[in-house]
Nanobody, 119 residues
Framework: QVQLVESGGGLVQAGGSLRLSCVVS????????MAWYRQAPGKQRELVAG???????NYADPVKGRFTISRDNAKNTVYLQMNSMKFEDTAVYYC?????????????WGQGTQVTVSS
C-alpha cells in the first residue's frame, strides 16, 4: 500500500503562485510514476503533470510553461509549482502514484487539496 498526503492549497489571486506538496509513504518502491490531477466543479478529473522515476516529465497543454512538477527522493515528496495562475486553474488537486505491472496498473490517490484562484 501507498499513502499520499497533499498540502499547500489555498486562495491566490490571478497571476500569483502556489506550491503543492505530496508526501509519499508505504511501499514506495512499487511506484513507477507520480502525477498531479485536478478536478473542477462539474468536470472530469484531468491530468495536470506527471514525472517518472527517471525524472521525465509531461504536462497538460493548459499548464505548460506555468507549472513545474518535481520530486525530492530524499524527502519522498513530489511538488507542483504553479505560477502565473489563472481563474481556470481553480480545482481540487490530487496527488497520484501509479504502479504498472504487466498490462495492469494500480493507482493510489491523496485526499485532495483545494486551489482557488480569484480573478
Amino acid at each position: 500500500q501507498v499513502q499520499l498526503v497533499e498540502s499547500g492549497g489555498g486562495l491566490v489571486q490571478a497571476g500569483g503562485s502556489l506550491r503543492l506538496s505530496c508526501v509519499v509513504s508505504g511501499n514506495i518502491f512499487s511506484i513507477n510514476t507520480m502525477a498531479w490531477y485536478r478536478q473542477a466543479p462539474g468536470k472530469q478529473r484531468e491530468l495536470v503533470a506527471g514525472i517518472t522515476n527517471g525524472g521525465s516529465t509531461n504536462y497538460a497543454d493548459p499548464v505548460k510553461g506555468r507549472f513545474t512538477i518535481s520530486r525530492d527522493n530524499a524527502k519522498n515528496t513530489v511538488y507542483l509549482q504553479m505560477n502565473s495562475m489563472k481563474f481556470e486553474d481553480t480545482a481540487v488537486y490530487y496527488c497520484n502514484a501509479a504502479n504498472y505491472y504487466g498490462v495492469g496498473r494500480v493507482d493510489y490517490w491523496g485526499q485532495g487539496t483545494q486551489v482557488t484562484v480569484s480573478s
